[in-house]
T-cell receptor
Framework: DTGVSQDPRHKITKRGQNVTFRCDPI?????LYWYRQTLGQGPEFLTY????????KSRLLSDRFSAERPKGSFSTLEIQRTEQGDSAMYLC????????????FGPGTRLTVT | GQNIDQPTEMTATEGAIVQINCTYQ??????LFWYQQHAGEAPTFLSY????GLEEKGRFSSFLSRSKGYSYLLLKELQMKDSASYLC???????????FGTGTLLAVQP
């Protein structure tokens, strides 16, 4: 399978705990995006990487959120001191270049904060 | 969604045609997208318009009018498997991030 993969697919955590999600983009895709989707809403942009550089962060990304893409391949999204409002589907997408118009989405990580 | 409006829900009959409308407001427009999303799954790409006019791809067509900030997705010969959420979104900014509407939940009935 050469699609975008995400791990874990589901995560249940208690409020106040830290969680980390991983995204493996399609090989050789240098552009990587994180989105968050809550029930009944469309995906909302969180952050963008071009290779290893994080070039844009949404105002939705509070200081409890941090994302990395250390070698320009896989990426991680960490949420510290989780809150119930963080419960959502976290989607990762990748695309090969600026000219490419399609973003390929992974299956997402569904986070539930109890 | 950010400056994007589309109906929340629609219902249509198997075999029929349905049109899902989308209006948007942006100054940094760089293409209008439609994605399909089944419940609990990732969005999958359907169509892309950057110039005015109609783009046809099998049973799916998408139309764009940039001057009116308007697009629609046309689904023909509806099948039960077309029951899903349809996301309208525009691409913008230097990073080409996607800005989506809330999505239109389409229910196809027998």
């Amino acid at each position: 399978d050469t699609g975008v993969s995400q791990d874990p697919r589901h995560k249940i955590t208690k409020r106040g705990q830290n969680v980390t999600f991983r995204c493996d983009p399609i090989s050789e895709h240098n552009r990587l995006y994180w989105y968050r989707q809550t029930l009944g809403q469309g995906p909302e942009f969180l952050t963008y990487f071009q290779n290893e550089a994080q070039l844009e962060k949404s105002r939705l990304l509070s200081d409890r959120f941090s994302a990395e893409r250390p070698k320009g391949s896989f990426s991680t999204l960490e949420i510290q001191r989780t809150e119930q409002g963080d419960s959502a589907m976290y989607l990762c997408a990748s695309s090969p270049s600026w000219e490419s118009y399609e973003q390929y989405f992974g299956p997402g990580t569904r986070l539930t904060v109890t | 969604g950010q400056n994007i409006d589309q109906p929340t829900e629609m219902t249509a009959t198997e075999g029929a045609i349905v049109q899902i409308n989308c209006t948007y407001q942006t100054s940094g427009f760089n293409g209008l997208f439609w994605y399909q999303q089944h419940a609990g799954e990732a969005p999958t790409f359907l169509s892309y318009n950057v110039l005015d006019g109609l783009e046809e791809k099998g049973r799916f067509s998408s139309f764009l009018s940039r001057s009116k900030g308007y697009s629609y997705l046309l689904l023909k010969e509806l099948q039960m498997k077309d029951s899903a959420s349809y996301l309208c979104g525009w691409r913008g900014g230097a990073t080409n991030k996607l800005i989506f509407g809330t999505g239109t939940l389409l229910a196809v009935q027998p």
